[in-house]
């Protein structure tokens, strides 16, 4: 019995292997989705604060509250919510590619907030001494995100991690990858045994993304 939960036939683990791939797929290109616009709010976020280097309480409001709506709705919602984007964008709603759209829309303002974090971190020591010198604005904000960047990998780690557990929600409406294979195989056919492998390798995903930006910010800090 316990050799039968562990055992794969071969046309399972080669499903097992395209789920994984889909699942890297849709994970690495929402990551970098994310990053770039998730960057870019949080910046606009930091600088635009009352005592920032670019304050702008209008902007900072009415971005402050976009965020904050986004990250309300619950993502099962989210990605029902935006179906007609997604078949706007990638022409159809539902499958591995659609997925990007809800999971990168999602991980944008959780991105931004963790980047407004780090960056409000900074020493304002540091961006007082950077302003006496002569430094624009742009050479103050790389500065602030030089001097934050562990905090940021941190931050980029943790969202990785989060939409690997978002991609297997998605996999329950149609979008393919591990959730799709573990619900659809694992627990409506009743085969735990492909549920117990598709969380195996999720959980080896997450460790290893976990120990890598692990490592990342303790090489960033000895170089420092």
């Known amino acids: ?14 499903g097992l292997f395209d789920a994984t791939l889909e699942t890297l797929y849709m994970v690495s290109v929402s990551s970098v989705v994310a990053l770039f616009f ?5 910046v606009v976020l930091s600088v635009s604060r009352k005592d920032g280097i670019l304050p702008c309480f209008w902007l900072h409001q ?7 709506t986004t990250r309300s709705f619950p993502f099962i919602i ?7 984007l997604s078949k706007f964008i990638v022409g159809q709603s539902y499958g591995t590619t659609a997925a990007i759209v809800p999971l990168s829309l999602s991980a944008i303002p959780f991105v931004a907030r963790l ?4 960056l409000n971190e900074v020493d304002s020591g540091l961006i007082e001494a950077t302003q006496s010198m002569g430094a624009n604005e742009f050479s103050i904000i790389m500065m ?4 934050a960047l562990p905090s940021i990998i941190n931050a980029i780690t943790i969202t990785i991690i989060s939409l690997i557990g978002y991609s297997a929600i998605a996999g329950a409406i149609g979008a393919g990858g591990l959730g799709d294979l573990a619900i659809r195989l694992g627990y409506q056919t009743f085969m735990p045994n492909v549920l117990f492998w598709a969380v195996v390798v ?4 997450v460790q290893m993304i976990q120990s890598c930006g692990d490592y990342l910010v303790s090489w960033i800090r000895k170089k420092r």
């Open 78 to 84: 989210l990605i029902i919510l935006l179906l007609p």
């Open 1 to 14: 019995m316990l050799k039968e939960f562990f055992y794969l036939p071969s046309y399972l683990v080669e």
């Open 144 to 147: 602030m995100i030089s001097e």
């Open 202 to 205: 999720i959980v080896i995903m």
């Open 115 to 118: 980047i407004e974090g780090a």
């Open 38 to 42: 998730g960057l870019i709010v949080g």
């Open 62 to 68: 009415v971005l402050g509250w976009l965020v904050n």
